[in-house]
């Protein structure tokens, strides 16, 4: 059975954020990336809140609901484009190679993804096999390089190569 996954936009208090994260990954999913702003609600009242996009099985969006309810929290379809979507189930491909490899360098990911014959389904989309198309691993190396920026994975120089694992500073 293929799990289907969806792209969901968490807007909430700082409050109960970190049960959040824990949250989304005893579900399976991954959280993309998060922003915290603040705003002025009066002279005097200062808010500070998260905006955090998330991917989770599409299966666990009532109980995601629930959860958020009770954190007072919001949740929000996210509507990107085909090439952007292809990017999110990429950077997730890639993150669960590392939950099975701890350490890899950029050419076994390569091996691993070109041998893998599905992707995740995001609801409403389907890749059109990315590992076909021109310049797939430069497509790749950039979003390795995404993924170091978002502090998801790290690299690591390891016998004259580099190596990339997941950032357990974020985890």
């Not at 009532?62 to 509507?79: M, P, W, Y």
């Not at 950039?142 to 920026?149: A, D, R, Y």
Request: aromatic content about 12%; hydrophobic content about 40%; overall charge negative.
């Amino acid at each position: 059975m293929v799990t289907m996954y969806e792209l969901i936009l968490f807007t909430g208090g700082v409050y109960k954020f970190d049960e959040f994260e824990e949250f989304i990954d005893d579900l399976g999913g991954l959280i993309i990336e998060m922003e915290s702003f603040k705003f002025n609600r009066g002279m005097y009242f200062l808010s500070e809140e998260m905006r955090v996009l998330v991917l989770i099985p599409e299966k666990e969006n009532e109980e995601l609901k629930r959860f958020v309810k009770r954190i007072k929290g919001t949740l929000d379809s996210v509507q990107m484009k085909d090439t952007d979507l292809e990017k999110v189930i990429l950077i997730f491909e890639i993150y669960k190679i590392f939950e099975i490899n701890e350490t890899m360098n950029f050419e076994s990911i390569i091996a691993y993804l070109s041998d893998s014959p599905d992707f995740i389904q995001l609801k409403n989309f389907k890749i059109n096999n990315p590992h076909k198309q021109e310049n797939f691993s430069k497509n790749i190396e950039k979003l390795l390089i995404m993924m170091e920026e978002m502090k998801l994975i790290k690299k690591i120089e390891k016998e004259k190569s580099d190596y990339y694992k997941i950032n357990l500073k974020n985890i």
